[in-house]
């Protein structure tokens, strides 16, 4: 079995991501821990947990990043975590099945400070589009490669 981990900065990560990562924490028999500052419903498991933080600014993702190992997988869409993870040797995936990584952590922290400094200018930006049934696909299919090369190290 397994000792890596999958933490899921979970205030804002979508229904349908949380329970595509129930099913697959029970299938592969790998520990699920979702952080934020509200209190969480998890079905009953032994490898679903739900952690509530004080609320505050990244308290949850100071927290994951504290309670993680290099090796384990964080699902985040916050960039700035997502970069502190890498750091220490984690993985991160976005909710949209995206990897981040050494090779593109910078880019998407200057646009991302790009596109918070033309909100602060006024620009009305837009928020991100609703998760769509291929951004669906796209983390199931990643989350299961995870899990896959986990098991082949086992």
């Given at each position: 079995m397994s000792t890596r981990?999958?933490?899921?900065?979970?205030?804002a990560c979508p229904k349908v991501i949380k329970d595509i990562l129930f099913r697959?924490?029970?299938?592969?028999r790998i520990k699920l821990i979702l952080v934020a500052n509200k209190m969480l419903h998890?079905?009953?498991?032994?490898?679903?947990?739900?952690v509530q933080v004080p609320g505050g600014f990244d308290v949850a993702d100071n927290h994951i990043v504290s309670e993680m190992k290099p090796g384990d997988l964080v699902v985040?869409?916050?960039?700035?975590?997502?970069?502190?993870v890498i750091e220490k040797g984690g993985s991160a995936l976005n909710p949209r099945g995206e990897l981040y990584s050494h090779?593109?952590?910078?880019?998407?922290?200057?646009?991302?400070?790009?596109m918070a400094g033309l909100r602060?200018?006024?620009?009305q930006t837009?928020?991100?589009?609703?998760?769509?049934?291929?951004?669906?696909?796209?983390?199931?299919?990643?989350l299961d490669g995870f899990l896959a090369k986990w098991q082949d190290v086992s």
């Open positions: 981990q999958i933490w899921v900065d979970a205030d697959a924490a029970e299938r592969s998890v079905p009953a498991s032994v490898w679903l947990s739900a985040t869409a916050d960039i700035p975590l997502a970069a502190a090779e593109n952590i910078r880019e998407l922290l200057s646009l991302r400070d790009f602060e200018g006024g620009v837009g928020g991100p589009a609703a998760i769509s049934h291929h951004d669906r696909q796209n983390f199931a299919n990643r």
